[in-house]
């Protein structure tokens, strides 16, 4: 298996890009390129922002966290079929089935275990009153910072450019710490666009 796709997690292209290792510029520049090489992965190597050994840690690493992310949601339906499409920036060495099998368990079994087990995709979370006076590391305030209450684990993930799984742990941790709490439903369905705060009823706003 050389690649996994989820819209649950984020792939290559969003590890690479959003965690900065890569910039918008060189990724376009470097997709035009390959356009002839049909080697993406050459055409980043050769710009001198992400060496190979990079790039396919990374690939491999959006394996892995796109089959946890595929077991720790809901599969309403599936198909099975074949596909003629080729993953830009697939992992060469590949997984077996068996081993990615194993790893997403074992991460499955992980997440369960936390003092405070967090769902990716239905728990929100927002800074406590102390989270701002801590002295946290440089990770946990990237989280922080991107915790507004209308986001979960799968949101901060894709802002902050890493793992699902990474980003999934360490909020669970930062709720142990009191730095995190899971939002209030008024909290995470909260409107804030055009100068809304929430949604108020008909019989406030009178008649139409």
């Given at each position: 298996?050389?690649?996994?796709?989820?819209?649950?997690?984020?792939?290559?292209?969003?590890?690479?890009?959003?965690?900065?290792?890569?910039?918008?510029?060189?990724?376009?520049?470097?997709?035009?390129?390959?356009?002839?090489?049909?080697?993406?992965?050459?055409?980043?190597?050769?710009?001198?922002?992400?060496?190979?050994?990079?790039?396919?840690?990374?690939?491999?690493?959006?394996?892995?966290?796109?089959?946890?992310?595929?077991?720790?949601?809901?599969?309403?339906?599936?198909?099975?079929?074949?596909?003629?499409?080729?993953?830009?920036?697939?992992?060469?060495?590949?997984?077996?089935?068996?081993?990615?099998?194993?790893?997403?368990?074992?991460?499955?079994?992980?997440?369960?275990?936390?003092?405070?087990?967090?769902?990716?995709?239905?728990?929100?979370?927002?800074?406590?009153?102390?989270?701002?006076?801590?002295?946290?590391?440089?990770?946990?305030?990237?989280?922080?910072?991107?915790?507004?209450?209308?986001?979960?684990?799968?949101?901060?993930?894709?802002?902050?450019?890493?793992?699902?799984?990474?980003?999934?742990?360490?909020?669970?941790?930062?709720?142990?710490?009191?730095?995190?709490?899971?939002?209030?439903?008024?909290?995470?369905f909260s409107?804030?666009?055009?100068?809304?705060?929430?949604?108020?009823?008909?019989?406030?706003?009178?008649?139409v």
């Amino acid at each position: 298996m050389i690649a996994v796709e989820s819209s649950g997690s984020p792939g290559v292209e969003t590890l690479l890009l959003s965690s900065g290792r890569v910039s918008a510029e060189d990724w376009t520049a470097a997709l035009v390129e390959s356009v002839e090489t049909r080697c993406l992965q050459s055409a980043l190597v050769a710009r001198g922002t992400v060496g190979s050994a990079e790039v396919q840690l990374v690939a491999m690493a959006a394996i892995q966290d796109g089959a946890f992310a595929a077991a720790a949601g809901d599969v309403e339906r599936y198909v099975v079929g074949e596909s003629a499409d080729v993953p830009l920036l697939p992992a060469s060495g590949g997984v077996t089935p068996e081993l990615l099998l194993s790893e997403t368990a074992r991460r499955l079994d992980a997440v369960a275990s936390l003092p405070f087990p967090v769902s990716p995709y239905r728990d929100r979370v927002v800074p406590t009153g102390g989270a701002e006076s801590a002295a946290v590391a440089a990770e946990w305030r990237e989280i922080i910072a991107q915790a507004t209450g209308r986001r979960n684990a799968r949101d901060i993930a894709f802002v902050v450019g890493r793992s699902l799984y990474s980003v999934t742990v360490e909020i669970s941790r930062m709720l142990g710490e009191g730095l995190l709490e899971i939002a209030s439903p008024a909290a995470s369905f909260s409107i804030e666009h055009w100068g809304l705060t929430a949604l108020r009823s008909r019989a406030e706003t009178g008649p139409v």
